[in-house]
């Protein structure tokens, strides 16, 4: 795509900020007093449907104003300053409802001229946005004609042909098989990657998530439940795995670990230790020395997404 720019990140700023954010529909309260702070790269809205990941992002846009709380998008009020926001964003809805009977081309090339590119410039950008998303060859087709999976990829292109800074992506794997899915996370990670366009990707499926984002921001029953990247949303832990080599050597382990304050749940040869502090990973190597088990496994324990949203959404 050799006529796009690349945009500079924002980093050590927030993208986008909410202090105690509230937004109510008569007599419905969608959000209760949301907090939180994207930074760069591709961050998941993770929650599951129903829990106001659409309103939010709607709110991003400058199309909702919030009932309560401060919320800025690239520095910006969204609400009061909306089209100064709108310029610099991307954006691609969940719906799959799009013009049956207009090319990809045109659609993506008008998206881009109300994005307040001219009209020449908006139609190179169009051409090399389809490109890189893998449909060159489909660009003038109508986009009645195209499956599922194309009109997916024709909102990607539509969302970041005018490069814009932030790039808001609602469910864009919605209706895709394994296969198509897949292949649209690697497509957006490539864009934020090679690209330098920062993402925000609402999802409610945790594995996605997973898959490509840097950083996470969960919600449910109206909050945040957990938000920060996924390394610290997994947290580095002081839980210790330890795997002995010989059943006959758990119990004076546990009897040594005990000794030492630390809790040890058991699972066969398989002892998972929990302490105060970061010591216990040397505490369980020198019990496991002193009472001379063979150790098959010694490492931190790594929670996965799903144990972090299992346990704040419990």
């Given at each position: 795509?050799?006529?796009?720019?690349?945009?500079?990140?924002?980093?050590?700023?927030?993208?986008?900020?909410?202090?105690?954010?509230?937004?109510?529909?008569?007599?419905?309260?969608?959000?209760?007093?949301?907090?939180?702070?994207?930074?760069?790269?591709?961050?998941?809205?993770?929650?599951?449907?129903?829990?106001?990941?659409?309103?939010?992002?709607?709110?991003?846009?400058?199309?909702?104003?919030?009932?309560?709380?401060?919320?800025?998008?690239?520095?910006?009020?969204?609400?009061?300053?909306?089209?100064?926001?709108?310029?610099?964003?991307?954006?691609?809805?969940?719906?799959?409802?799009?013009?049956?009977?207009?090319?990809?081309?045109?659609?993506?090339?008008?998206?881009?001229?109300?994005?307040?590119?001219?009209?020449?410039?908006?139609?190179?950008?169009?051409?090399?946005?389809?490109?890189?998303?893998?449909?060159?060859?489909?660009?003038?087709?109508?986009?009645?004609?195209?499956?599922?999976?194309?009109?997916?990829?024709?909102?990607?292109?539509?969302?970041?042909?005018?490069?814009?800074?932030?790039?808001?992506?609602?469910?864009?794997?919605?209706?895709?098989?394994?296969?198509?899915r897949d292949d649209?996370?690697?497509?957006?990670?490539?864009?934020?990657?090679?690209?330098?366009?920062?993402?925000?990707?609402?999802?409610?499926?945790?594995?996605?998530?997973q898959q490509i984002?840097?950083?996470?921001?969960?919600?449910?029953?109206?909050?945040?439940?957990?938000?920060?990247?996924?390394?610290?949303?997994?947290?580095?832990?002081?839980?210790?795995?330890?795997?002995?080599?010989?059943?006959?050597?758990?119990?004076?382990?546990?009897?040594?670990?005990?000794?030492?304050?630390?809790?040890?749940?058991?699972?066969?040869?398989?002892?998972?230790?929990?302490?105060?502090?970061?010591?216990?990973?040397?505490?369980?190597?020198?019990?496991?020395?002193?009472?001379?088990?063979?150790?098959?496994?010694?490492?931190?324990?790594?929670?996965?997404?799903?144990?972090?949203?299992?346990?704040?959404?419990?």
């Amino acid at each position: 795509m050799a006529a796009m720019t690349t945009v500079a990140r924002e980093h050590g700023t927030a993208l986008v900020a909410a202090d105690g954010v509230m937004k109510r529909y008569g007599s419905f309260t969608v959000l209760t007093g949301v907090d939180f702070v994207i930074g760069g790269g591709i961050t998941g809205l993770l929650g599951a449907n129903g829990t106001g990941k659409t309103t939010l992002l709607g709110m991003m846009l400058g199309l909702h104003p919030t009932d309560g709380g401060s919320l800025r998008v690239l520095g910006i009020d969204p609400y009061t300053a909306g089209a100064e926001v709108r310029a610099r964003l991307g954006y691609a809805p969940e719906h799959h409802t799009l013009p049956p009977d207009v090319k990809a081309s045109d659609f993506v090339r008008h998206v881009a001229e109300l994005h307040g590119l001219p009209k020449r410039e908006a139609t190179t950008r169009a051409s090399d946005a389809l490109w890189l998303v893998g449909l060159g060859e489909e660009r003038f087709r109508p986009l009645g004609t195209m499956s599922t999976g194309q009109r997916q990829r024709v909102k990607l292109a539509q969302a970041i042909a005018h490069d814009p800074s932030l790039v808001l992506l609602d469910e864009p794997t919605d209706g895709l098989d394994p296969v198509q899915r897949d292949d649209m996370l690697a497509l957006i990670r490539r864009v934020a990657t090679e690209y330098g366009i920062d993402v925000v990707l609402s999802s409610h499926l945790l594995d996605e998530v997973q898959q490509i984002c840097d950083g996470a921001v969960i919600i449910g029953d109206g909050r945040v439940l957990a938000s920060g990247s996924l390394e610290e949303l997994r947290g580095g832990g002081s839980d210790i795995v330890v795997e002995l080599e010989d059943a006959a050597t758990v119990q004076p382990v546990v009897a040594g670990l005990q000794a030492r304050d630390i809790a040890v749940t058991v699972d066969g040869r398989l002892l998972v230790a929990t302490g105060q502090d970061d010591r216990v990973f040397d505490i369980a190597r020198d019990v496991c020395a002193h009472a001379g088990a063979g150790i098959t496994r010694l490492s931190r324990r790594r929670l996965s997404l799903e144990d972090v949203f299992l346990e704040t959404t419990s």
